[in-house]
């Protein structure tokens, strides 16, 4: 029988908006999440990781960074899910985790944040939102961001669209092939920050982005090397 899929939190927030972002293009879900952790003021209620191949564990600043964490912003009643693991293939496990803890603190909202590619370097990255309930995409259009046209959505982001499970608002900062994008970032946190009315000072964030983004690039790096080391003393038996 599959293990079920849910988070034991050490205490439960009510009614909350929970915003998630894991890996995808230009890191930026991690990025954006990590960052409003470290500049709100957070409790961490909640952490998980998959008892699948490979295990991987960073360290950071001396303390160790669970895989998936679950941070509590008291002031804006915020639940902040930030993943640092690939989630290539546990993306459906991943969703069920995210609506199970929605359903654990009856939240009103889910935000999900990602990047979305782009054709060549622009200066400045543009966002766009997609929305499943009619309120939130009257806020959305208040504060002038545009609607996503066209566009592949995949990840997370995808399978918690699929589920439909509870009114989603989908946050897509433009980002290009070179990973991390901390303009992606910073501007995804622009968005909400309009969009939440959180009173962050986003025009100096980029060099605190850049900052950010250096030390989930490391965490990423030696992530990928503890993988290649692992395959190499995996033994094979044709040769």
């Given at each position: 029988m599959e293990k079920e899929v849910t988070i034991k939190l050490t205490k439960v927030p009510k009614n909350p908006i929970i915003i998630e972002g894991f890996p995808g293009f230009g890191l930026v879900g991690t990025i954006t999440t990590g960052f409003l952790i470290d500049h709100l003021k957070c409790e961490q209620i909640g952490r998980y990781f998959f008892e699948s191949p490979p295990a991987t564990l960073a360290i950071h600043d001396g303390k160790v960074v669970d895989p998936i964490s679950v941070y509590y912003n008291k002031e804006y009643n915020l639940v902040i899910i930030n993943g640092i693991i690939n989630s290539g293939g546990q993306e459906w496990k991943i969703a069920d985790m995210i609506i199970d803890l929605c359903k654990q603190t009856n939240a009103k909202e889910l935000i999900t944040i990602e990047g979305v590619g782009t054709n060549g370097e622009t200066a400045e990255s543009k966002a766009f939102y997609h929305c499943t309930d009619e309120k939130c995409e009257k806020r959305m259009r208040e504060i002038t961001v545009p609607t996503l046209g066209e566009g592949i959505i995949v990840g997370v982001t995808s399978a918690l669209l699929l589920k439909k499970e509870?009114?989603?608002?989908?946050?897509?900062?433009?980002?290009?092939?070179?990973?991390?994008?901390?303009?992606?970032?910073?501007?995804?946190?622009?968005?909400?920050?309009?969009?939440?009315?959180?009173?962050?000072?986003?025009?100096?964030?980029?060099k605190q982005a850049e900052e950010f983004e250096k030390n989930i690039k490391e965490m990423m790096e030696k992530s990928q090397e503890a993988n290649e080391m692992r395959k190499e003393k995996t033994p094979s038996y044709f040769g």
């Open positions: 509870m009114p989603t608002t989908c946050i897509f900062s433009e980002t290009h092939t070179k990973l991390p994008d901390s303009k992606a970032a910073a501007k995804a946190i622009e968005v909400l920050d309009k969009y939440l009315g959180l009173k962050v000072d986003y025009k100096p964030l980029l």
